[in-house]
């Protein structure tokens, strides 16, 4: 069941860009922010839970992943979380924080964004949001899973839509881009028209959708994390 809602997710939340660009009027930034912000929203959430699981990770030498882990009680509300687990991730936070804040400000600074976002994205935004919550939930809260896991598997989660964001880079960005461009050069066509943006979420779709029926906790979706 998680696995379907995950892959009719994708479909729904591209229909809703599809909406805000039909309806709303959404441009190009608001697109390419609202997927980037569930990029960050994804990371946000998925990060601290690989702080908790307390598994060791596969593949891993040494005493530390080879002797049970020392829990440390932080914050009382939340779980223990591992020192172990923090060296694996630190690195992987910095640099994933890095990479996608400065893909962020490069779109908000290439197009002219009001100073207001459309309530229409910020609803966008909150539905991502409680979404991610509840696959949190789902796959680590629920029954205390997280005991069962391992860092990997909260990072699966975190890798799947930045492997999302290549696929659609290379495959639907570049190559519309480059035949639309010279489209517009041989016969001055808008490009920032609404059958413009529709060819290029259509596509966008179908990468959502396949990417978001693998598991990201399986060998569907294989990322090396050594």
Excluded: C
């Amino acid at each position: 069941m998680g696995e379907s809602s995950d892959f009719f997710f994708g479909l729904i939340l591209n229909f809703g860009l599809i909406v805000g660009v039909v309806v709303f009027q959404w441009n190009l930034v608001e697109i390419a922010l609202v997927y980037l912000i569930e990029v960050a929203i994804i990371q946000l959430f998925f990060f601290p839970i690989a702080l908790f699981t307390p598994k060791p990770v596969d593949g891993r030498d040494g005493d530390m992943w080879d002797t049970d882990p020392t829990p440390r009680q932080l914050i009382g509300l939340f779980p223990p979380v591992y020192w172990r687990n923090i060296k694996f991730v630190w690195s992987k936070v910095v640099f994933n924080a890095v990479i996608v804040g400065v893909i962020i400000r490069s779109v908000a600074s290439r197009y002219s964004l009001g100073s207001d976002l459309p309530v229409s994205v910020g609803l966008a935004i909150a539905g991502i949001v409680l979404f991610q919550l509840s696959r949190v939930w789902r796959h680590f809260v629920a029954e205390q899973s997280y005991k069962q896991k391992s860092p990997t598997d909260p990072l699966a989660f975190v890798y799947a839509p930045l492997t999302e964001l290549y696929l659609i880079f290379v495959y639907v960005l570049a190559p519309v881009t480059l035949v639309l461009a010279g489209i517009a050069f041989t016969i001055d066509s808008d490009l920032s028209s609404l059958p413009t943006l529709l060819v290029y979420l259509i596509p966008m779709g179908f990468i959502r959708a396949w990417i978001g029926s693998l598991d990201p906790q399986t060998d569907d979706f294989e990322v090396s994390f050594n």
